[in-house]
């Protein structure tokens, strides 16, 4: 049921005319990412990680009973609200990619990506939601999600309005939809929470410093 999360990716590098190489010399298009490599149904045993730009290398991992355990004990105890859980799993993307950063030898990613981009183990926005929206999935999968579900990813931009740009994402029960970022900090900090409308207004850390 969720295999629809994992399309529609947009690629986000530097400079225009190296997108514009990038996307005719490759199999890789603007508008749709759709991997058989890229595990969609993931849990604690087999998942996919991304990571070298618009997900050139897949790495299929797994977790330890000692290193799920440091995930999941940011929901404990549960939360009282959908508030706090946001809080609940902003700490535990961090952990997620603290761990999986080790794995995979992504431990220096830093925010953001033109300046850094081509640096070794340097994530783009395609990586960084298709590894969030895993997280999320893995997370809902273990039921510590009692507040929110996944959703799919997404893409605000198409160049005429702004550089593209996806996020992960999720739904409160009932409740309003929020993108779930990490691109906008370096690997192992908390992604931003943030409404869904306000990130697709064009939200960035430096023109909103209210995000969970």
Not at 67 to 73: A, L, N, R, V
Not at 165 to 177: F, I, L, R, V, Y
Request: net charge negative; glycine share 6%; charged share 20%.
């Amino acid at each position: 049921m969720h295999k629809s999360i994992f399309s529609g990716y947009h690629i986000e590098v530097g400079p225009l005319f190296s997108l514009f190489l990038l996307c005719i010399s490759s199999n890789i298009y603007a508008d749709t990412f759709v991997r058989d490599d890229i595990i969609t149904e993931p849990d604690i045993n087999h998942f996919s990680m991304c990571h070298a730009h618009g997900c050139k290398n897949v790495e299929q991992l797994s977790l330890t009973p000692e290193e799920w355990q440091k995930i999941s004990q940011h929901f404990q105890p549960p939360a009282k609200s959908a508030e706090a859980e946001r809080v609940q799993v902003a700490n535990a993307i961090a952990e997620f990619e603290q761990i999986i950063g080790i794995k995979t030898d992504t431990t220096h990613d830093k925010a953001g990506l033109f300046e850094n981009m081509g640096s070794y183990g340097q994530l783009d926005c395609i990586d960084e939601s298709t590894n969030t929206t895993t997280y999320l999935l893995i997370l809902e999968k273990q039921g510590l999600l009692k507040w929110h579900t996944p959703m799919n990813h997404v893409t605000r931009g198409f160049f005429i309005f702004g550089w593209p740009h996806s996020s992960g994402a999720m739904k409160e029960k009932d409740g309003p939809e929020f993108a779930v970022d990490s691109w906008f900090e370096d690997n192992g900090k908390r992604p931003h929470i943030i409404p869904l409308s306000q990130w697709r207004s064009g939200w960035t850390p430096d023109n909103d410093k209210t995000s969970k």
